[in-house]
């Protein structure tokens, strides 16, 4: 439409049906520096930063840090860092302007302006959300230096700390919010093992200054189609380049292991506990497992969507026997987590029609995902003698979408896999390779 806007200028014109921001923009200075300011962190950690500056919280403004592709500085730059989260259901879409972005850097063409943000005295955490394949780790789940030194998110951390060290400053919160078991541990000792190799008189400093939290992160965001860019700017009067789509429900489970102050997250419903692994390990085993089992079995069967994959009563069957049959009675629940109700709540999150879940964005990746999703709870019931059928099922489907029947395989080892999955027995060839399945598995 030649009469819309494009979002700028704190979004004064935005539709009178958006939630605005009340906070002054220009009054908050920058406290955090994200890694991988992709569609998830602007509909999560974002959005709980700003609406903790909402309840009265200032100076944590947030610089994202895109390592690779310019397309979210070239989204939200022109916008001055504003876009939209929607929350979309089958009863209505709410929206809300997001403020808490100052701007995107590009990191291979800024390299100096990220180092000097995150050496900059008022930055007091570090967050990432890189994937699990942006830690750069090896088979043995060690620092693979060749990955590390090229142009990963070490490479700007480290001067940053070397200079937040010189200048006197204090250390800083190390947040990652990936999907990888015991992730603030995992950071801490890929971070430690660059460290020294690159700078060890450091090291000192960086084990008494700095923390590295474990976190669950929970919410279900899309990937943005143009129809729903269309369909937002039709109803909000403005193009929204960044605009996300995600669900109502959210969660942010936090390690309380600060290095210095914090945003009040809780204020939006994060809980700050002493041990994230619980919740961590329900999220990666039954939330993650059954997205990857919809995911492939999905494709095979012809859907596109995870709510048209759960719609399938085989699938569905599936799902429920995973989740509590083979992933619950692996995870020492925390005394307030019900298992068989979070089981429940995510079958009905799987089935919100608003959300159109795309299979093919869950099966990325899965040589990453797949050890904390499936393999995880697999060897846990093998120890006690018992199978998992419907992860079983489940590797079935992604050996034959390794060979590429759903389409063109996304995945950092696909050379490698690829033609084991062609192989006759795919799964045994599978077993030990680059540590992908355990070796104390049985694929009979």
């Given at each position: ?89 089958a009863e209505a879409d709410m929206t809300r302007l997001i403020g808490a972005v100052r701007a995107v850097l590009v990191a291979p063409r800024e390299r100096e302006r990220v180092v000097a943000a995150i ?220 298992l068989e109700l979070y089981a429940r709540n995510l079958i009905a999150r799987f089935a919100n029609p608003a959300l159109n879940h795309r299979l093919i964005q869950i099966a990325m990746d899965g040589s ?77």
């Open positions: 439409c030649p009469h819309r806007g494009v979002l700028h200028d704190d979004g004064v014109h935005v539709g009178v049906e958006v939630e605005r921001p009340t906070y002054e923009r220009g009054a908050q200075g920058v406290g955090i520096v994200h890694f991988g300011i992709g569609a998830f962190h602007r509909a999560h950690q974002a959005w709980y930063t700003d609406l903790a500056m909402e309840a009265g919280d200032r100076d944590w403004a947030i610089i994202g840090v895109s390592l690779r592709s310019p397309a979210v500085a070239e989204q939200l730059n022109p916008q001055d860092g504003l876009y939209t989260v929607s929350e979309r259901s050496a900059a005295p008022g930055t007091r955490i570090v967050s990432l959300t890189v994937t699990e394949k942006g830690y750069c780790r090896g088979a043995d789940g060690n620092l693979a230096p060749a990955l590390a030194d090229a142009d990963s998110f070490y490479a700007y951390l480290l001067p940053a700390l070397q200079l937040r060290r010189e200048a006197g400053l204090p250390g800083l919160t190390l947040l990652s919010c990936d999907n990888l078991a015991d992730n603030g541990r995992q950071l801490e000792c890929l971070v430690v093992q660059y460290v020294e190799r690159h700078c060890p008189e450091l090291l000192p400093w960086v084990e008494t200054e700095c923390t590295f939290p474990s976190t669950m992160v929970d919410r279900i965001v899309p990937a943005t189609t143009a129809d729903d860019l269309s369909a937002l700017a039709d109803r909000i009067t403005l193009d929204d380049a960044g605009a996300v789509m995600t669900e109502p429900f959210s969660q942010w489970v936090i390690e309380d292991r600060f290095a210095g102050p914090r945003p009040r997250w809780e204020v939006a419903g994060a809980e700050l506990v002493s041990d994230v692994a619980p919740y961590e390990k329900a999220k990666l085993r039954m939330l993650n497992g059954a997205h990857s089992l919809l995911a492939y079995c999905g494709l095979a069967r012809g859907y596109a969507f995870v709510h048209q994959a759960i719609a399938d009563p085989e699938l569905l069957g599936l799902t429920q026997q995973l989740m509590l049959t083979e992933a619950a009675p692996t995870i020492a629940a925390a005394p307030q987590q019900d990453q995902k797949l050890p904390q999703r499936w393999l995880e709870t697999l060897s846990a019931q093998q120890a006690q003698g018992q199978q998992c059928p419907a992860i079983f099922i489940g590797l079935q489907a992604w050996v034959q979408h390794l060979r590429g029947e759903n389409g063109s395989v996304d995945d950092p080892l696909a050379e490698q896999l690829i033609p084991l999955a062609k192989s006759p027995n795919p799964l045994a060839k599978l077993v030990g390779v680059n540590g992908l399945l355990p070796s104390q598995w049985r694929p009979d």
